[in-house]
């Protein structure tokens, strides 16, 4: 069974407060991958200064549970509007959003002193309502942590690959039509055929070196128990491990390389669903002209 509340993460706020600068503009993302397409952009964000973006424009990476391994294209929007849905409400109306079975049982006064006071609440009640919402896969923590954001030049996003093996073009398809429809206006990037593929841009002039082996890179079959052929190429390139892909290492100093080099094929959205390419390096370097 599916939970209908899928916005959790064991892990949030990643810089100290002291050493945060408030945002004026943030691009919320919704990922298809639940580890290193997260890891990737929260190094992004991490490394700002370094890269020339300004601290005032950030990117968040919206998390799910780990166990989470919905990650369709409908299913990435799902988790996108389930944010914006969150947000709308506002601060000060979260307790709408709990369930009202948890209501009942807790009660309004009790919910409503964690939501703005939870250190005067006894750990052990306090553990137990916080472990009972984690049973449906609802995150009280992280949804209080998101909604701290609302700035008006938020942009929505979502991030999905173009794999073949289980995406159809008309899913693809559907899927960009309604992130372009003026009510929602999000913006959607696509990795032809996987985020793998970006990742190897930074590692590889892949044009030149893989030029006779493009329709594999695109067909990206299973070539062991593992890996995929991009993400195989990547990780023999890269020894990654358990540890991560270790961004501020191995990807950090190549993204202007491999922004250029994604240049050399599709970006435009209808493009990607047929053609190997990517079109992520438009978010940073809309990042990077924020002033």
């Known amino acids: 069974m599916i ?46 200064k370094k890269l020339g973006i300004n601290s005032k424009v950030d990117v968040e990476v919206l998390k799910r549970g780990s166990k989470d391994t919905n990650c369709a294209p409908q299913q990435v929007i799902e988790l996108l509007e389930e944010y914006i849905r969150l947000r709308n409400l506002g601060k000060e109306n979260l307790i709408q959003d709990i369930p009202n079975e948890f209501i009942n049982k807790y009660g309004n006064d009790f919910i409503l002193k964690y939501l703005n006071n939870p250190n005067d609440i006894p750990k052990k009640k306090k553990n137990a309502f916080v472990t009972d919402l984690m049973k449906i896969g609802y995150d009280i923590n992280y949804r209080r942590y998101l909604q701290k954001y609302d700035k008006d ?33 999000y913006k ?29 890179i695109q067909k990206n079959p299973k070539v062991t128990d593992k890996h995929t052929f ?33 240049k050399q094929f599709a970006n435009d959205e209808e493009e990607l669903v ?14 990077k002209k924020y002033k």
Not at 231 to 260: C, P, Q, R, T
Request: proline share 1%; aromatic share 10%; charged share 35%.
């Open 274 to 287: 047929t053609n190997i390419g990517c079109n992520i390096w438009k978010l940073i370097e809309e990042m």
């Open 188 to 216: 959607c990037y696509i990795v032809n055929p996987c985020f793998e593929f970006w990742l190897l841009l930074h590692l590889s002039d892949v044009k030149e070196e893989y030029k006779e082996r493009l329709d594999i």
């Open 3 to 48: 939970n209908r509340y899928r916005l959790a993460s064991t892990t949030f706020d990643r810089e100290k407060e002291e050493d945060k600068v408030e945002p004026q503009k943030i691009y919320f993302l919704s990922v298809e991958g639940n580890a290193t397409e997260k890891e990737y952009f929260e190094g992004i964000s991490a490394n700002r």
């Open 230 to 262: 991009n993400s195989k190429e990547v990780s023999e390139k890269m020894h990654h491990g358990k540890s991560g892909i270790n961004f501020k290492k191995n990807y950090l100093m190549h993204i202007d390389d491999a922004i250029e080099r994604a």
């Open 153 to 185: 030049l938020d942009e929505f996003c979502i991030l999905i690959d173009r794999d073949i093996q289980t995406h159809s073009e008309t899913n693809m398809i559907e899927c960009i039509q309604y992130c372009k429809d003026k009510a929602r206006n």
